[in-house]
């Protein structure tokens, strides 16, 4: 367990120790799932804390099996790419947005039966009808952190889409990218084609729709960052802004410079600057050198091309 990366770890921890409550408490007559479960909308027992609470809720030991297998399996890959704290709030959206879509999916549904029993049925007549089949309302339950897995299966396809899995029974490995597609087309397939399954399959498109999304706005926007880096380039710059002011006011002395060795930049710099250049150099060079690894030498742009040209001349 030592291994396994901080929230994920946790994450382990928090759903089993949920899991064994449960069952304990079910000895007692007491049901947890009803109190963490996600309810219908509509329902009398549903309360807006169960969008968080239903994802620590599970069914039975397949259930939470092989959600915690897949949790560990690939969780910790993404913790340690991200950090934990963009982790976990990646990992919270999808559980909340997977959510979300089951809500919309048991409203699409609970208008489809009223309406087909119910003759002139009307938006008016909604919460009379709801009140008049409360019971079977409040049995609308969903749990389980499905939706959440399911958000971090695609993440993994998305940053590392060329690595290849096993996955059984398949006899060849397949990529990640073609193992998430084809696993969100069987979610689809399966929404439309099957009823009453017990399984929340609308709520895993919405975890994986909502990680989508939210991985596009964090392209689309690289400054916003969740990890140490940025503070650790701000106590860079101010320690390189505070040898600069040491520099000036001793004239020179007590502070050793370099000379950067470009014609195109012939002043002085001090060890710190040079030493907090070269590191910013060689984490691109890195940047670059993973990129290639995950999506090929053609995925990179003409700046980035020539940029790993020119480090290799160095």
């Known amino acids: 367990m030592h291994n396994i990366p901080t929230v994920t770890r946790n994450l382990l921890i928090v759903n089993v120790v949920v899991f064994i409550d449960t069952t304990l408490l ?15 909308i509509l329902a009398s027992n549903f309360h807006v804390y169960q969008l968080l609470t239903y994802m620590f809720a599970h069914g039975g030991l397949s259930h939470i099996f092989f959600n915690m297998f897949a949790l ?94 096993f996955i059984f029974p398949l006899p060849v490995p397949i990529k990640a990218k073609w193992f998430v597609v084809g696993y969100a087309a069987i979610e689809l397939f399966m929404a439309f084609s099957t009823a009453n399954d017990g399984v929340a399959h609308i709520a895993h498109l919405g975890g994986m729709v909502f990680g989508f999304f939210l991985i596009r706005y964090w392209r689309r926007h690289p400054s916003i960052g969740y990890g140490n880096r940025g503070g650790q380039q701000f106590f860079d710059a101010l320690r390189s802004s505070w040898e600069r002011r040491t520099k000036k006011k001793t004239d020179g002395y007590g502070s050793s410079t370099r000379y950067t060795g470009s014609s195109a930049d012939t002043r002085n710099e001090t060890d710190w600057d040079y030493n907090a250049r070269r590191k910013a150099q060689q984490e691109e060079v890195d940047r670059i050198l993973d990129k290639i690894r995950r999506s090929g030498y053609d995925s ?11 480090n290799s001349r160095k």
């Open 300 to 310: 990179l742009t003409r700046e980035e091309k020539q940029r790993l040209f020119d």
């Open 72 to 165: 560990w399996m690939f969780g910790g890959i993404v913790e340690r790419t991200w950090g934990p704290r963009k982790y976990l709030f990646y990992y919270m959206v999808c559980g909340i947005g997977a959510g979300l879509f089951q809500e919309l999916a048991q409203i699409g549904e609970f208008y489809y039966i009223a309406s087909n029993n119910i003759a002139n049925f009307n938006l008016s007549q909604t919460m009379l009808v709801a009140e008049a089949n409360a019971p079977l309302l409040n049995s609308w339950t969903t749990v389980g952190a499905s939706g959440a897995i399911y958000g971090i299966l695609l993440a993994f396809g998305l940053l590392y889409p060329e690595e290849r899995l």
């Open 26 to 40: 079910t000895y007692v007559g007491l049901d947890l799932n009803r109190l963490l479960g996600l309810h219908f």
